[in-house]
DNA sequence: GTCAAACTACGATACACATCGAACTACGGC
DNA sequence: GCCGTAGTTCGATGTGTATCGTAGTTTGAC
């Protein structure tokens, strides 16, 4: 059976995954999502790429399990915060910074500046 | 019994409030108490009042029970935005904005200001 | 086709949270 | 002392969430 038991598939087999548009990004969904350690540190990662770079969400070490980031990485994709493709095995994943600069000018920036500026006070988090 | 039942109370009866020192107040923390619509309002009520200027729980119109009010007002003081101090039968509240200007700087800005512009956008939220 | 790698889905679990109503406490005024 | 106002506490409830393990799907390589 074509494209079953896949999160955000059409009928076909082309695995597609559904992303908000700029317009329906809320405030409060990514404030919530920006307040999780695990997803703090994909935002932290994946800021810290170059412009419109992605990754794979196996290039983050994060301390949970797999079935744990794949709930994190859609938590941070149905909230904004990031846009996830499908290229061969892996979902390559990248910061949605345009958009998110374009609704909430500094946030952004403000949260990884605190972020950053915590971690150096406190040496491992 | 002075001063049982009492949240964060000392043993005399002199009703005190516990606040989190400005190096204790986490962002996650912060994230979080910001994400939720009711507690928003609260600080987007609070921040536009004159710099240290208080206002009673009662001044802020939320659509929830007092007992609601008092859990997030709590959420709020825990997480170190607002200060909070007992003046007669009302409990004043303030924002703690040059603690949080310093830990975060250019967050609450960037949140408030993102806020209204979505209230702006949505007339009535 | 077979296999491994990358990720997903599902069910379970334990905990956190937003909400309420009802009963209670503290304070100021009469 | 009595009463009203302001806020708290407690228990309950329904919902959300962070986590896991196991089983499954998709894809590229062999």
Known sequence: MAGAG????????VRTLDHPARADIRLEAVLH?????VRLQ??????????????PCSAIDLAVTKSTTTHHFRVLREAGLIHQVYRGTAKMTAIR??????????LLDAVLTAD??????????
Chains 1, 2 share one sequence.
């Open 6 to 13: 896949c999160e955000g598939t059409s009928t076909v087999t």
């Open 97 to 106: 910074r345009a958009d998110l600069d374009a609704l909430f000018p500094g």
């Open 33 to 37: 999502a920006l307040s999780d350690p």
């Open 42 to 55: 994909v935002v932290r990662f994946l800021a810290g790429l170059a412009e419109g770079e992605e990754a």
């Open 116 to 125: 950053a500026a915590r971690r150096s006070r406190v040496p491992v988090g």
